[in-house]
């Protein structure tokens, strides 16, 4: 099955249309004749070509969006110039305050809807926010002597992570 899939899609589908293609025939075992070859090789037929249709669909799409993205261009960044300090102290923070910070902070998203993006409760989300702001203005208003070689710790206890 694996040599017929292979010659039909990328590398990386191989293993998916096989285990797709089993899994069909397990779940319809009744439908399965005594000389199941043909039908496997039927069933991963369709599979190859669900996945066709699939990527189709997502170029399209793609398309349509970076269409719609050059269209509408009308965004401006308002930064002009990077404080490599506040890049460099961004890149050190745990990377779930990391991505609390910039779900805010760049994203444009509330907390509440932060956190659904986040995956964790609005609570947890806030508490990992205060800590990404709490670390970047200790860096930000220490002296600067050059990048810190560890992290800093948590203020708190890390539990709510």
Known sequence: MARYA???????????????????AWRRLDDVPEDAAPWLFRTASHHVANRRRSSKRRQALDHRLTERAV?????????????QRLVEAINRLP???????????????????????????SGALRVRLHRAR???????????HGPAPHP?????????R
């Open 134 to 144: 709490s670390r970047l203005k200790h860096e930000l208003d220490a002296p600067f």
């Open 95 to 121: 990377d779930k305050e990391r991505e609390a910070l910039m779900l805010v902070a760049w994203d444009g998203l509330d907390p509440k809807r932060a956190a659904r993006a986040a995956g964790c409760s």
């Open 6 to 24: 292979a010659r039909r899609v990328s590398p990386d589908e191989i293993a998916d249309v096989v285990a797709e293609t089993f899994l069909t």
């Open 71 to 83: 269209e509408t261009s009308d965004f401006r960044p308002e930064i002009t110039e990077v404080d």
């Open 152 to 160: 800093l710790p948590h203020p708190q206890t890390e539990e709510l």
